[in-house]
T-cell receptor
C-alpha cells in the first residue's frame, strides 16, 4: 500500500504563509493526493485534492512535484483557526472502490 | 450541508460487553466507512460499505463487525469489547465509486474498562 510521510509538527505565525510538506515516494499513477485537516474535538474535514497539476481552492493550494513523489499544502495566510492536524492522504482504488490511506499527520501550531 | 452524526460522543463500557456504535448520514451517500484513530497511528479503516447490506473489510477488521440495513445508517459492532478497543471511532460517508471527498462525523470516544 502506498503511504505518506509528514513531519510530526510545524509552527507558524498568524497571517504568514505555511508550507506543509508530504512525501509519497511509492505513489502509483492512479493515486490521487488528498489533504484533510482535523480541528480539535472534531472529525477530519476535506481541504483539497489533486492528481498531477497544482490546484487552488478557497482554503488552500496544493503543489505537486513533477514526479508526484511529494506534494506541499500551502495556506496563504495562516489564522488561529487553522491550528489543526493536517493529513496528507493517498486515494487509491481497490476492487473499484475508493480507499483512503491516512498517515499520522502534521500538527500545525499557529502563534498570534 | 452534509451531515454525519454519531450516536454518542463519549461511551464507557466494560470488557466483554457487546457495543453498538451508530452512524447516520443525511445526503443519500452510497459509501460509508468506520475508522479508529489512535495517537501516533492516524486513522485506520475498520470496515466500509458501498451499498445496503454490502460490506468490505478494511485494514483492521478483527474484533469488529458491521451492519447496513438502510442506506443512511451504518453500525459498528464490537461483539465482546476488550481494553485494546479503547479508541476514538470515526464514521464517514461519500458519494459513489468515484467520490472524491469523505464527510466525517464528530467521533465517538469509547473507553473499555
Amino acid at each position: 500500500d502506498a503511504k505518506t510521510t509528514q513531519p510530526n509538527s510545524m509552527e507558524s505565525n498568524e497571517e504568514e504563509p505555511v508550507h506543509l510538506p508530504c512525501n509519497h515516494s511509492t505513489i502509483s499513477g492512479t493515486d490521487y493526493i488528498h489533504w484533510y485537516r482535523q480541528l480539535p474535538s472534531q472529525g477530519p474535514e476535506y481541504v483539497i485534492h489533486g492528481l498531477t497539476s497544482n490546484v487552488n481552492n478557497r482554503m488552500a493550494s496544493l503543489a505537486i512535484a513533477e514526479d508526484r513523489k511529494s506534494s506541499t499544502l500551502i495556506l496563504h495566510r495562516a489564522t488561529l483557526r487553522d491550528a489543526a492536524v493536517y493529513y496528507c492522504i493517498l486515494r487509491g482504488v481497490v476492487r473499484n472502490f475508493n480507499k483512503f490511506y491516512f498517515g499520522s499527520g502534521t500538527k500545525l501550531n499557529v502563534k498570534p | 450541508d452534509v451531515k454525519v452524526t454519531q450516536s454518542s460522543r463519549y461511551l464507557v463500557k466494560r470488557t466483554g460487553e457487546k457495543v453498538f456504535l451508530e452512524c447516520v448520514q443525511d445526503m443519500d451517500h452510497e459509501n460509508m466507512f468506520w475508522y479508529r484513530q489512535d495517537p501516533g497511528l492516524g486513522l485506520r479503516l475498520i470496515y466500509f460499505s458501498y451499498d445496503v447490506k454490502m460490506k468490505e473489510k478494511g485494514d483492521i477488521p478483527e474484533g469488529y463487525s458491521v451492519s447496513r440495513e438502510k442506506k443512511e445508517r451504518f453500525s459498528l459492532i464490537l461483539e465482546s469489547a476488550s481494553t485494546n478497543q479503547t479508541s476514538m471511532y470515526l464514521c464517514a460517508s461519500s458519494y459513489g465509486t468515484s467520490g472524491s471527498e469523505q464527510f466525517f462525523g464528530p467521533g465517538t470516544r469509547l473507553t473499555v474498562l
